[in-house]
């Protein structure tokens, strides 16, 4: 599938991670009306997301699971959900929690549990989602692709963007029929491409 192809309207869009680059980006291009589950953490290997989809989020974030392992900065706590390999760093203040317990963990799963509802309500009712994922090889894009087309209700496209020592955006004509698979420049990912973002989302418009 070519850059061209994946244009259109859609209903929902979604954040897939692995970062929150493409939140950052979708927000920035006026994609993003809502806050997705996977918007604001990491979760590094597509295993991992694979197996949170097919089990539509259950377990997530359990309070068992959770962990500080380090100090983001002097307002924010890194902190790990074990059960799915994947870090938090923008919901937890050092203010109102500490190394050793999350006092704010009721409100901070009450808002991951609106988020993942909404994920939920919207792959079950839309007839066309575009995903967006950043990281990862193309290799693995089929199995996550796979996963999509059992949780998905209708239509879906996957966008899925790496970053590489290339200039300009790179089309890779991904062979599968959903997927549009791209590579941007490898320097200053957080704002050095934000020209080439918004090409590549121009063309793309939510349904109001």
């Not at 967006?132 to 879906?156: E, M, N």
């Amino acid at each position: 599938m070519l850059l061209h192809e994946i244009k259109g309207q859609y209903q929902a869009v979604f954040s897939l991670g692995d970062n929150c680059l493409p939140a950052i980006q979708l927000e920035r291009n006026g994609l993003r009306p809502y806050s997705g589950p996977l918007d604001w953490l990491a979760i590094p290997q597509i295993s991992d997301l694979n197996r949170l989809l097919l089990n539509r989020f259950a377990g997530f974030m359990d309070l068992s699971h959770l962990k500080v392992v380090s100090k983001v900065s002097d307002r924010l706590f890194l902190v790990e959900e074990s059960f799915y390999q994947l870090y938090l760093n923008h919901d937890f203040f050092t203010h109102n929690n500490t190394e050793t317990q999350l006092f704010a963990y009721s409100e901070v799963k009450a808002k991951y549990d609106r988020r993942v509802n909404r994920f939920l309500e919207k792959i079950a009712t839309s007839q066309r989602i575009l995903f967006v994922h950043s990281g990862g090889t193309l290799q693995q894009i089929p199995t996550l692709t796979s996963v999509l087309s059992r949780i998905v209700a209708g239509d879906f496209r996957l966008l899925h963007v790496n970053h590489a020592p290339v200039q300009g955006i790179i089309d890779h004509h991904c062979p599968q029929s959903k997927v549009c698979s791209l590579s941007l420049p490898d320097r200053e990912i957080w704002n050095g491409n934000n020209s080439l973002w918004a090409q590549i989302l121009s063309g793309i418009t939510l349904e109001s």
